[in-house]
């Protein structure tokens, strides 16, 4: 008996060879949106490799963040690919799931029986953006001061609980070095942990309940079926896919560098042109553009409830749109998936092109 | 009650009671401790010759930024910089008529009262006083 029969016998790989062999992937017009979770997926290991990389450097208090960032660029050989790579990834990552969500919206994937897919998806989303958020700050620099600053007070300005939200995710009243001490703990322990468990759930409930097929694209039971093998066919072209992202990574770490800027100050203004990441740019632009008063509402209190509110109606869609997917119900909700999507994209452009001023 | 019934109640409220008594502790851990009210109600902001007429500095007040501003004609005023809006901290605009806010285009006049964008209230404006070499700012009374 060689090694690797000796290994399949403990390890009860039969089994896996099973599912692997099983797994299917349904081939029609939209297949090509199919590889945008695995993109996700990808994007998401390469989060975890650098930032296991970055934590052997970088030190989370207020007096030495910065500088072990700076040192980290300047003098670890490779730190500055490392950090860049993280930092684009992290963006490239934020894209894929968008484009992910947005297509498995409106391809309609979250009907029955995958709502709770849909839903551990939103978690995921969710989590990326709390990801996101909370390891701007770390390199304690001027811009990241001001976005934490901007977002912790977003989340006290939230009906009931915003002040007490706001004082638990700052670890004080202020934007300090416990802040800092804080975001880093939740984003390399708490939400790491949050991120593995729910992803796990996300990818067991594809396997259980394989891939779904839109309703235009459902072919006749009798008809043979239209579909590829996961392994290797499928794989194969997820593996493309990757390659180039790596690539992609590669090119812009290579070409655009992230930068440091300036060590945060509790004490400067906050300089011109300052603008969230652009993932939150469509926020950020919603929030300069709503008057200070709308109908007697204070405007800010305005923008956080409809966010709030439309996030929840998207996180709800599987239980509002029509089941089989078809019918003015399913064209109602298509519509909505078009003008969430042209929002965002609008508004996210509208940011770079300076806005009313 | 039977035995069973019993025992599965007793079971569940003592399973229960030990995971409340594990979450209490954390969730009072998370939340950070009431730091005393800074009771700062006066600062000396900066020497009296240190601004130029139409210049300005940010300086500490109890922990938060404050805008001391000197006007063309050398007078002295001084409002918080903690934009009304989202916290952000503003600056005096290079043409010295008004105070902005870079994070998402708020517009205060010199008396700290917002005029364009999304603030909803004004800058609480402070007292200046010019003591020795030093310009002292202070709270206003009822502030």
Redesign the interface.
């Known amino acids: 008996m060689n090694l690797a029969d000796w290994l399949r016998e403990r390890l009860g790989l039969e089994a896996l060879d099973h599912v692997i062999e099983k797994k299917r992937v349904p081939v029609h017009r939209h297949t090509f949106w199919y590889y945008w979770g695995g993109m996700t997926l990808f994007l998401f290991g390469v989060q975890v490799a650098t930032g296991i990389l970055l934590v052997l450097y970088y030190r989370p208090s207020a007096d030495e963040a910065y500088e072990s960032v700076r040192f980290l660029m300047t003098q670890v050989s490779f730190g500055w690919l490392i950090r860049s790579i993280h930092s684009w990834s992290a963006n490239l990552l934020v894209g894929a799931a968008m484009i992910h969500m947005f297509s498995a919206f409106m391809l309609k994937s979250y009907r029955r029986p995958r709502e709770v897919t849909w839903l551990t998806g939103m978690g995921l989303f969710v989590l990326c953006l709390a990801f996101g958020f909370s390891g701007y700050l770390l390199p304690w620099n001027q811009l990241a001061f ?1 976005a934490t ?2 977002g912790t ?2 989340m006290g300005s939230v009906p009931l609980v915003g002040p ?1 939200l706001a ?2 995710l ?5 934007i300090t070095g ?1 802040t800092l001490t804080r975001f880093f703990g939740f984003h390399v322990a708490i939400l790491p942990l949050c991120m593995t468990a729910l992803l796990g759930i996300h990818l067991f409930l594809v396997q259980w309940h394989g891939m779904s097929v839109p309703p235009g694209a459902e072919q006749p039971v009798a008809a043979p079926k239209q579909e590829m093998k996961f392994v290797p066919d499928f794989l194969l072209r997820d593996l493309v896919g990757w390659l180039a992202a790596l690539g992609a990574l590669a090119l812009l770490a290579a070409l655009f560098p992230w930068e440091l800027g300036l060590k945060a100050d ?9 603008k969230p990441e652009w993932y939150f740019g469509y926020m ?1 632009q919603t ?2 553009m ?4 709308v109908l007697g509402i ?3 209190l305005l923008g956080i409830v409809g966010f709030g509110l439309g996030a929840l109606v998207w996180a709800l869609v599987p239980f509002l749109d029509a089941p089989d997917g078809r019918g003015p119900r399913a064209r109602f909700w298509r519509v909505v998936g078009v003008l969430a999507m042209l929002y965002v994209v609008v508004f996210t452009l509208l940011v770079y092109r300076g806005g009313p ?1 | 009650m039977k035995r069973r019934t019993f025992l599965d109640v007793f079971l569940a409220a003592s399973g229960a009671a030990l995971a409340a008594f594990v979450a209490y502790p954390i969730a009072r851990y ?3 401790p009431k ?1 005393p009210e800074a009771a700062t109600r006066r600062v000396v902001a900066a020497k009296q010759d240190e601004l130029a007429p139409g210049g300005f500095k ?3 007040f109890g ?3 404050g ?1 001391l501003i000197r006007g063309r004609n050398g007078e002295y005023r001084a409002l918080s ?1 903690v ?1 009304t ?7 005096l605009r290079p043409d010295g008529q008004s105070i902005w ?5 708020g517009l205060y006049d010199l008396e700290g009262r ?1 005029v364009s ?4 209230r004004p800058l609480e404006s402070y007292v200046v006083h010019v003591i020795g070499g030093d310009v002292v700012v202070e709270k206003a009374k009822g502030a």
């Open positions: 001001f600053k901007v007070d977003i007490f004082r638990l700052r670890g004080g009243d202020q416990g509790p004490y400067a203004f906050a300089p011109a042109g300052i950020f929030l300069r709503i008057p200070s008063r204070e405007g800010e001023s | 998370l939340v950070p730091a940010i300086f500490p922990g938060e930024p805008i910089a934009c809006h989202l916290g952000c901290t503003v600056q806010c870079a994070c998402h285009n917002n964008g999304p603030p909803p």
